[in-house]
Nanobody, 124 residues
Framework: QVQLVESGGGLVQTGGSLRLSCAVSGGTFSSYGMGWFRQAPGKEREFVAVITGSGGSTYYADSVKDRFTISRDNAKNTVYLQMNSLKPEDTAVYYC?????????????????WGQGTQVTVSS
């Protein structure tokens, strides 16, 4: 059974940084793309970033491009999201997810397993 555990969320001031981690167990980690999504109160879950199974390709939502960086360590079965220059509008619960293939998807339908989420709050 595949399990994902996110960590690293918290409260940070505008302009600050956080690094989220997502540890995956129970599967062949490097065979699957990994994505980060977020959901703010009263809003739908939205795509943030994705990385392919090999780590060779990444893609970002326009709202986080040049501020966030997704990476993965296949030896540690972990994916990361480095978030810099945080803004109040980045406040949300952040979820990591395992894709259905080694590729990357921006739609939630492209993912088969999800973590429980970690709260990120950016104060103004």
């Amino acid at each position: 059974q595949v399990q994902l555990v996110e960590s690293g969320g918290g409260l940070v001031q505008t302009g600050g940084s956080l690094r989220l981690s997502c540890a995956v167990s129970g599967g062949t980690f490097s065979s699957y793309g990994m994505g980060w999504f977020r959901q703010a109160p009263g809003k739908e879950r939205e795509f943030v970033a994705v990385i392919t199974g090999s780590g060779g390709s990444t893609y970002y939502a326009d709202s986080v491009k040049d501020r966030f960086t997704i990476s993965r360590d296949n030896a540690k079965n972990t994916v990361y999201l480095q978030m810099n220059s945080l803004k109040p509008e980045d406040t949300a619960v952040y979820y990591c997810a395992v894709a259905r293939t080694a590729g990357g998807y921006t739609s939630a339908r492209g993912y088969q397993h999800w973590g429980q989420g970690t709260q990120v709050t950016v104060s103004s």
